[in-house]
């Protein structure tokens, strides 16, 4: 370090970066000169890159030994994050499907809880990998519940292997299928048979071809996955995703294809009249009428489909299965406009009155869940929820069902399970899921601010109890993309934060789904630009009504969140104290050539058309750095090998705003070896969330040290 001067009556040394060699020169891409001048840190098997990366992680650990209260935010993050199970269980028969995972798991382990109540584990993949690198991705238990097909996945690695369990016994019965990542699988009747989606084998590929080429497969256990049968995709769709249903008699599948997290997507259906070589009839044309359909089957094989087809919020309709026209569908719970819809349920089981529909929607961030007669949409009850928070995962048992199972989670609340039973109409904690935790009292509120353009945008606030005057060191996160709605979910380190005074802020802008697919369309492709504004409109509200101030404002965001605030940040510097970017997307012309982005253009656009690139070059952060400009403090974090967006979006951001920054403010980058774009092992995760947290602290003036907080344990409460 050399040099520096007094910012707030501190002494703020100015940074050495390592030399990065900057390539010179203008590409001519349409007509619109771009720059590129830190290209070759894409190629992170040069030795340039190795040792220049090497040079950055040495500055990030230094400059970490001087964060004097990195061990405070350490313990805090420890005491508030939850154990034990957060995600509803997954019942096929007498037998219940649960993941959980205690203090000091790496990873989550799959328990099966029998009729009687007993528990085993069926697999812990710390047995498979003490590094605990290995972690237990996707399970799909037979319709019998005698068999469970199981995905593990290291963290780093492009595959995923399939393997099939003996549920009473525990032994793998077959397996492992390979090259299963992210994939979807459903069971055929008797156990002896399912659909799953893999990639094609690398050898059988162009060199270098990053798209996702996948297949649909039948796998009958026993035999060997070279003879698995290809019955759907080919190479006229290397970026489609699958999802694969099969009725409850197994005589009909059902495909959805959409091209990467697409707003819209293609169904087929086939009859299995022979497994191996279904004949498949496209219903839904996802590109002619612009939008999503999720299909399900019925007990007569019918289908309920849920749509944002002429309702940008979600309804809920029925259709025979050869219904090809959207005309002929029958609209049987019809959209709220200020209630989108985020999933649904069928419960009918023959011991009840009739069948029922409940559907979980989100009014004002909010949920709600309803209890329809499925035969005519007429609601006849709203389900008591143990408070204001969001409902999640609602699952029950297949093929015929009683209960209802949903995770509920609020800003002091972590994921709890319950279940309702619709023969008795009781709502109750799942006695074999429990959460474990402590809490800091915290208050949330949804407040609306309005955005340049005058439209009003909604603003998560979570603040700690007691009363205060004045402005807080406050961290603001956003996302923006994909149609994601923002929720007040709890968030372990929102928590920690909170629970020291600070304040903790959402910004639900354009581009994610809070107010449905219109709100999504506002803010993609041509209209990115607006979530982005909306962003800095939040940071200006908090700042302009005396919540916060510049000097203690610090944003947040992670995958195309990170975008989102590394964009924001760029186009207005004098707004952010610090800026955090988990895993960011930051060089927009080239982003299709890194990880998985060359499935993401319905999304953000494609440097390949004239048009789309002008809309990327006006908001890709890395080619909208100014020279001499006051950047706040940056903190870049990554995974040395990310397989989403790729590790180079982090790299050459660093370079260049180390490069141009005018401030001594400084700029960091954080790689993580052995780890992936998500999902690390726990110890890793907590350990990322107290340097996040312990540099912006850094930042904003928020101590740990300084605030005595009062915990509380954290336990599923019942229904209100």
């Known amino acids: 370090?050399?040099?520096?001067?007094?910012?707030?009556?501190?002494?703020?040394?100015?940074?050495?970066?390592?030399?990065?060699?900057?390539?010179?020169?203008?590409?001519?891409?349409?007509?619109?000169?771009?720059?590129?001048?830190?290209?070759?840190?894409?190629?992170?098997?040069?030795?340039?890159?190795?040792?220049?990366?090497?040079?950055?992680?040495?500055?990030?650990?230094?400059?970490?030994?001087?964060?004097?209260?990195?061990?405070?935010?350490?313990?805090?993050?420890?005491?508030?994050?939850?154990?034990?199970?957060?995600?509803?269980?997954?019942?096929?028969?007498?037998?219940?499907?649960?993941?959980?995972?205690?203090?000091?798991?790496?990873?989550?382990?799959?328990?099966?809880?029998?009729?009687?109540?007993?528990?085993?584990?069926?697999?812990?993949?710390?047995?498979?990998?003490?590094?605990?690198?290995?972690?237990?991705?996707?399970?799909?238990?037979?319709?019998?519940?005698?068999?469970?097909?199981?995905?593990?996945?290291?963290?780093?690695?492009?595959?995923?292997?399939?393997?099939?369990?003996?549920?009473?016994?525990?032994?793998?019965?077959?397996?492992?299928?390979?090259?299963?990542?992210?994939?979807?699988?459903?069971?055929?009747?008797?156990?002896?048979?399912?659909?799953?989606?893999?990639r094609v084998p690398d050898e059988e590929l162009a060199h270098g071809d990053m798209r996702l080429q996948r297949r649909v497969r039948l796998h009958r256990i026993g035999s060997s996955w070279q003879t698995d049968v290809v019955v759907f995709g080919g190479?006229?769709?290397?970026?489609?995703?699958?999802?694969?249903?099969?009725?409850?008699?197994?005589?009909?599948?059902?495909?959805?294809?959409m091209v990467g997290p697409a707003a819209q997507n293609d169904v087929y259906l086939a009859e299995l009249i022979d497994p191996e070589a279904p004949h498949f009839d496209k219903i839904v044309d996802g590109h002619a009428i612009r939008a999503r359909v999720l299909p399900r089957f019925l007990a007569d094989n019918g289908l309920l489909l849920v749509t944002d087809h002429q309702a940008p919020c979600g309804r809920i309709c029925t259709a025979h299965r050869h219904d090809t026209d959207p005309a002929a569908w029958h609209t049987l719970v019809a959209e709220d406009p200020e209630a989108p819809v985020d999933e649904c349920l069928v419960l009918d089981d023959p011991a009840l009155p009739r069948p029922l529909l409940l559907v979980a929607r989100a009014r004002h961030g909010t949920s709600t869940l309803t209890l329809h007669d499925l035969a005519s949409g007429r609601p006849l009850t709203e389900l008591p929820l143990p408070g204001a928070g969001v409902v999640s995962s609602l699952r029950t048992t297949v093929p015929y069902g009683r209960h209802a199972w949903f995770s509920y989670c609020d800003a002091t609340t972590p994921p709890t399970i319950y279940r309702y039973d619709a023969a008795d109409g009781r709502t109750e904690q799942e006695t074999g899921a429990t959460t474990a935790g402590h809490t800091p009292e915290i208050r949330s509120r949804s407040l609306r601010y309005r955005a340049g353009d005058g439209t009003e945008i909604t603003l998560l606030l979570f603040i700690p109890a007691e009363e205060h005057q004045g402005p807080r060191p406050t961290l603001l996160y956003g996302y923006g993309s994909f149609g994601m709605p923002m929720r007040p979910w709890f968030f372990p380190m929102a928590a920690a934060w909170v629970g020291v005074g600070g304040t903790y802020a959402v910004a639900c802008v354009r581009g994610g789904g809070e107010e449905g697919q219109r709100w999504h369309d506002a803010g993609r492709g041509p209209g990115k630009h607006r979530a982005i504004s909306d962003f800095n409109d939040a940071a200006a509200w908090l700042i302009d009504t005396g919540r916060t101030t510049r000097d203690q404002l610090a944003?947040?965001?992670?995958?195309?969140?990170?975008?989102?605030?590394?964009?924001a940040a760029v186009r207005r510097p004098d707004l952010y104290a610090a800026v955090i970017a988990e895993g960011p997307l930051c060089d927009m012309v080239r982003y299709e050539k890194f990880g998985l982005g060359c499935t993401w253009t319905d999304e953000f656009g494609s440097a390949s058309q004239a048009e789309q690139l002008e809309w990327l070059l006006g908001y890709s952060p890395y080619h909208n750095i100014t020279p001499g400009a006051s950047y706040p403090a940056f903190l870049l974090t990554g995974a040395v090998t990310d397989l989403q967006t790729g590790e180079a979006h982090v790299t050459k951001m660093c370079a260049a705003l180390q490069h141009?920054?005018?401030?001594?403010?400084?700029?960091?980058?954080?790689?993580?070896?052995?780890?992936?774009?998500?999902?690390?092992?726990?110890?890793?995760?907590?350990?990322?969330?107290?340097?996040?947290?312990?540099?912006?602290?850094?930042?904003?003036?928020?101590?740990?040290?300084?605030?005595t907080v009062p915990?509380?344990?954290?336990?599923?409460?019942g229904p209100r």
């Open 1 to 198: 370090m050399t040099g520096g001067k007094y910012i707030r009556g501190a002494f703020v040394a100015r940074l050495s970066y390592p030399a990065a060699w900057r390539i010179d020169g203008v590409e001519d891409l349409f007509g619109f000169p771009v720059s590129d001048p830190y290209r070759w840190l894409e190629d992170g098997e040069d030795a340039r890159v190795r040792d220049w990366a090497a040079a950055q992680d040495r500055l990030f650990r230094a400059c970490r030994a001087g964060w004097r209260e990195k061990r405070s935010w350490a313990s805090l993050v420890d005491q508030v994050s939850s154990f034990g199970v957060s995600e509803p269980p997954t019942v096929r028969g007498s037998v219940m499907f649960l993941a959980e995972q205690l203090r000091g798991d790496e990873q989550r382990r799959l328990i099966v809880v029998d009729a009687e109540g007993n528990r085993r584990v069926l697999i812990d993949p710390a047995e498979l990998d003490p590094s605990g690198h290995t972690g237990l991705y996707a399970w799909w238990p037979s319709r019998e519940g005698d068999r469970v097909a199981v995905q593990t996945e290291v963290a780093e690695q492009p595959g995923s292997d399939i393997i099939v369990l003996d549920v009473r016994t525990g032994e793998v019965v077959d397996g492992p299928l390979p090259r299963a990542r992210n994939t979807s699988l459903a069971w055929l009747p008797g156990g002896d048979a399912f659909y799953y989606v893999s």
């Open 555 to 567: 944003s947040y965001g992670q995958s195309a969140g990170g975008l989102l605030v590394t964009a």
């Open 660 to 707: 141009a920054t005018g401030s001594d403010r400084p700029i960091l980058m954080r790689r993580e070896p052995d780890t992936a774009h998500a999902a690390s092992p726990a110890s890793k995760e907590r350990a990322l969330f107290a340097d996040i947290l312990a540099f912006a602290g850094k930042h904003t003036g928020l101590s740990p040290d300084k605030t």
């Open 235 to 257: 190479e006229d769709a290397p970026d489609h995703y699958y999802g694969l249903t099969v009725s409850a008699d197994g005589r009909h599948l059902a495909i959805t294809a």
């Open 711 to 717: 915990l509380r344990e954290a336990t599923g409460t």
